[in-house]
């Protein structure tokens, strides 16, 4: 006898191909009835044989589609309805807000067989795409995500892509940002302010021409522009730093798919293991970080002084034809001005990079909002996000406490991100950038408005950095809306706990650059103890005063001079720039914008300066970076003292780190491979202490420090061996761009629902 049944479904089930999986597979069991999407979530009623709707229900989770991600939140029984066949039925907008944005994804192989197949109406068309594949966060206006409410709303289908739209058997079936050479989005070439008007294949081509003449070409793709050029030509890279103004921050390269698994390009140009791979061929398509191989055909200049290069595949249809016409590989920096968001409008893009691009090529399909590529890492055996963008953010996490009101996380100043939380979720926006200028405010601003309309959650308040100089505490401070601030540490803190088990005790450390701590000095090297909402202080590392303040973040020589001056000597081999002549030391001694800092990103600045000569650099952390790239092996540690100061926080000193880091016996090498061995010992001899003092087991590692893959494989490595449980973050970077979903998680344990 025929029964019926009504199924709930919600997670990632919207922009994934869905509801055609779940016509199809009602057609494979003989069900009737319908599936609606219902503003994030699908409503699901079957009809038919007993046995056939119990193997559906199994079938909807175990055979869902790769992107997919759904979760049967009901199951009910209901009487049986008159319906002759199963059908997709119109999305409804009235459903309560379960909504998940869906991230924007890679060009499938299907699509991708078709773009290169000549018998195929798509053949070369740089916007194909289907349920599986194509933008998404990028281009939705609003939701349910259907296509009058993305950017594809004013390009009207042709009758061969209505077709396809239209057919529930079809993989095109309600692709929203479906097209085709007739009716879809199409690409104009730009130089010297006149636009070529024209087919696809002369567009790009004329892109190319520019490439092969060692020229800078502007792109749009999914979430903003790149600048390209051609990554085994020296000097157009250098052009393109010099018209950046970028000397020496790593440059990504964008690799052509080649052979069986599509990497064999990526191998001649990298050292990659089986867990880089899989990453480099995920659909988020991320830049992965790996190991440049020495007899490369890549410039030199694309990641000066470093061993890694930034690696990735070509994830749009429009990448795949220019790294197939240029057959080889493409710098694919972001198009900003740097440490802004991406530029995304044409206009603008024309405008802003005109002294940097030689030429430009555009399309017509808008960019709702930016989204920068995401960029992951092997560290400790997991590869691991260093910046959330396209593919990989929005993303959701679970809290174990619930929110009474919904609050708007907005992070710190450096890597800007979002946090959106209400009841017992919490979406992290994608990088923004740097918060220091008005683009990137301008971008925060919407992200802010975006996440709050398209979720249908309104911020009830606003939770901030400590820090009054940040610029995102200051726009806080400014609503009409009631607001708290979290300590930075603590915020790092709780966005390790809030991955794992936040109600239970860590000892967590939270190694970085500075941050406004407790006692209203810089921290940055912290051992906290406890859990989100009750931390408490346990170690730490010796003080010294910053010359100069936030200056010293790009002058590693500032926080070298200050470790010797701290110790009453004066830095060996060294004498300041004509331009300063003693007066940041005559600062220094008299306390003038000189802060107290633990910071351990400030005593790796220092040890690139004493070891590699880098007394300035150009991008944040360019120091640390090229100390860890010289490094090869581990070395014996110098052991240092570890003692508690007159607040019971027990403080590591570097000062016995001093006579090695200058002593030129050693070669540079050797030093810094003492210097990262000293540390991660360091960090064990903490954590044994708390362990021997408060029977804490469990470690977590976190702040931008532990970015260092030397650094932080050892320490694991050593933590692991002491029988200590240990855990780095792996959903969201251990740097400042988890700082938003951390003052949420420490709000939300400080605040519990009564």
């Known amino acids: 006898m025929a029964k019926a049944a009504q199924f709930t479904l919600t997670g990632h089930v919207q922009g994934v191909g869905f509801r055609p999986f779940v016509y199809r597979l009602a057609m494979q069991h003989r069900l009737t009835g319908y599936v609606q999407n219902r503003l994030g979530e699908v409503d699901i009623v079957a009809c038919g044989d007993p046995d056939s709707l119990a193997r559906f229900q199994i079938d909807l989770i175990e055979q869902a589609p790769p992107l997919a991600s759904p979760q049967v939140t009901q199951f009910r029984q209901v009487d049986m309805a008159g319906f002759d066949a199963f059908e997709i039925i119109s999305s409804s907008g009235d459903a309560s807000a379960q909504i998940f944005v869906p991230a924007d994804n890679f060009m499938c192989e299907d699509c991708r067989a078709e773009l290169h197949d000549p018998d195929d109406r798509r053949y070369h068309y740089p916007f194909i795409n289907c349920t599986q594949c194509g933008p998404r966060y990028t281009l939705i206006d609003s939701l349910p995500y259907d296509r009058p409410n993305t950017s594809m709303a004013g390009f009207n289908l042709c009758a061969a892509c209505l077709a396809e739209y239209e057919d529930p058997a079809d993989r095109r079936f309600h692709a929203e940002p479906i097209a085709c050479p007739e009716c879809g989005p199409g690409l104009d070439f730009e130089k010297g302010g006149y636009a070529e008007f024209s087919d696809p294949d002369t567009e790009i081509n004329l892109a190319v021409r520019e490439l092969q003449a060692g020229n800078v070409v502007a792109v749009k793709g999914i979430g903003g522009y790149h600048l390209m050029v051609d990554a085994r030509n020296a ?56 190991a440049k191989r020495p007899e490369s055909n890549l410039a030199e200049n694309i990641a000066p002084g470093l061993a890694d290069i930034g690696v990735f595949l070509p994830y749009s249809p429009l990448h795949d034809l220019m790294l197939q016409k240029i057959g080889g590989p493409l710098v694919a920096t972001s198009g900003n001005i740097s440490g802004e968001p991406v530029l995304t409008e044409n206009d603008e893009a024309s405008s802003r990079l005109a002294e940097i691009a030689h030429a430009f090529l555009h399309h017509d399909r808008p960019i709702v909002r930016p989204a920068d590529d995401s960029v992951m890492r092997e560290l400790a055996g997991v590869m691991r996000p260093l910046r959330m963008g396209r593919g990989l953010a929005p993303v959701e996490l679970d809290l174990p406490w619930y929110l009474p009101k919904p609050a708007l996380a907005v992070g710190g100043q450096m890597k800007g991100a979002l946090a959106l939380g209400w009841g017992n979720r919490v979406v992290v926006s994608p990088h923004i950038g740097e918060m220091d200028n008005t683009r990137s405010m301008d971008v925060f601003e919407q992200v802010a408005r975006d996440l709050q309309s398209l979720y249908g959650v309104k911020a009830e308040q606003i939770l901030c950095d400590a820090h009054s100089g940040y610029t995102t505490h200051r726009w806080a401070r400014r609503r009409n809306l009631p607001f708290t601030t979290v300590f930075h540490h603590a ?8 991955e794992f088990t936040a109600d239970e005790q860590w000892l967590v450390f939270a190694w970085d650059g500075v941050g406004l701590g407790e006692d209203g000095t810089m921290w940055g090297g912290e051992a906290l103890l406890g859990s989100p909402g009750a931390w408490r202080r346990f170690a730490s590392w ?3 005063r910053l010359p100069g303040a936030n200056l010293s973040g790009r002058a590693p020589w500032r926080s070298a001079a200050a470790l010797y001056w701290e110790c009453g000597e004066s ?20 306390g003038l914008n000189s802060p107290y800092s633990s910071a351990v990103g400030r005593l790796f600045d220092a040890a690139s300066a004493i070891i590699c000569d880098i007394k300035d650099v150009s991008f944040e952390a360019e120091g640390p970076m090229r100390l860890e790239a010289i490094c090869d092996k581990r070395r014996t540690p110098i052991a240092l003292p570890l003692l508690a100061d007159e607040d019971a926080v027990f403080r590591t000193d570097w000062a016995p780190l001093l006579p090695m880091l200058s002593d030129q016996r050693l070669s540079k090498r050797h030093r810094a491979e003492i210097f990262h061995s000293s540390a991660a010992h360091a960090l064990l001899a903490q954590a044994e202490l708390a ?28 933590l692991t061996a002491a029988g200590f449980d240990v855990r780095l973050p792996r959903v969201l970077p251990c740097n400042d761009a988890a700082l938003c979903f951390g003052q949420i998680v420490e709000f939300a344990a400080s605040n519990p629902r009564a």
């Open 571 to 590: 830095w060996p081999d060294f004498s300041e720039s004509p331009d300063v002549d003693g007066l940041a030391e005559a600062a220094w001694l008299s």
């Open 235 to 290: 000097v157009a890279i250098e052009r393109l730093r010099m018209r950046k103004r970028r000397p020496s921050k790593p440059l990504a390269v964008m690799i052509p798919m080649t052979g069986s698994d599509g990497l064999d390009a990526v191998r001649e140009a990298a050292v990659i293991d089986d867990i880089e791979a899989r990453t480099l061929l995920d659909p988020s398509r991320p830049i992965v970080l790996v």
């Open 542 to 544: 010796r003080p010294f």
């Open 691 to 718: 362990r021997e003092s408060c029977g804490i087991n469990r470690i977590g590692l976190t702040g931008g420090v532990f970015q260092n893959r030397v650094l932080a494989d050892e320490a694991v490595e050593l």
């Open 491 to 498: 915020a790092h803190a709780s966005a390790f706990a809030g």
